[in-house]
């Protein structure tokens, strides 16, 4: 929606997906790195805290995982919802079925199950700026509680970037101030002469990212 114009078939395809299906749920998938298999009563004792502790951050609707896995069961009169964990555990059996469903690698676990995967979905009416609070949170509270995580998806791939764009930002406006202040005392030799351009210099930016947060308007390349 953002790359594409409204002329090109790849827009047109994702408005009758969204009109067929409904809007795309706001997903991110956090892998957590345990010293135990995702399967492992202790992973699956950390998973759980992991998720109560997760679901009192406002605006996450919903956390999947194998803590929390319900299947259909075939019961002779029709199929019924079954949980997966009982006291804890997953049994031998259950755990080769889950592990041989096409969808389970890489929702519920990476590559060969070592390690497990926490789905974690967010509501669709809240805001960007908001749900970036909401990935902090989640980034926050998952390294309180392991030495290493992953997060995954396109909310958090769309975080970083502006993270690093804000950062590039003002690492490349101290570079050119640096350098121009640099140029003016190799040139001038004076004090006087370096800090009216320089002085110039700063207004015009402050004056200027002022202007943006004040009307509102996003950074963007062209600023």
């Known amino acids: 929606m953002r790359f594409n114009s409204e002329e090109l078939e790849v ?18 998938f956090l892998i957590p790195k345990t010293e135990h298999h995702a399967f492992h009563r202790e992973t699956l004792r950390e998973l759980s805290t992991l998720s109560d502790t997760l679901k009192n951050i406002p605006g996450i609707v919903e956390i999947s995982s194998l803590e929390n896995l319900v299947l259909p069961i075939y019961m002779g009169f029709g199929y019924v919802p079954e949980n997966k964990v009982i006291h804890g555990e997953i049994s031998e059996s259950d755990s080769a079925v889950i592990r041989n469903l096409p969808i389970a690698e890489y929702s519920l676990f990476t590559k060969n199950a070592r390690y497990p995967v926490l789905t974690i979905t967010i509501d669709r009416r809240v805001t960007i700026e908001r749900m970036n609070e909401i990935l902090e949170s989640v980034h926050r509270l998952s390294s309180n509680r392991f030495s290493e995580h992953h997060l995954m998806g396109r909310h958090w791939a769309e975080y970083q970037y502006n993270q690093m764009l804000t950062t590039e930002t003002f690492k490349g406006l101290a570079s050119a101030v640096l350098i121009v202040i ?6 001038f030799k004076r004090i006087g002469s370096i800090l009216l351009p320089a002085l110039a210099i700063l207004t015009g930016m402050f004056s200027f990212f002022g202007l943006k947060g004040w009307a509102g308007w996003p950074m963007d390349i062209l600023g």
């Open 182 to 187: 640099v140029m003016l005392w190799i040139l």
């Open 11 to 28: 827009t047109s395809t994702y408005h009758l997906f969204e009109s067929e299906f409904g809007p795309t749920e706001r997903r991110v």
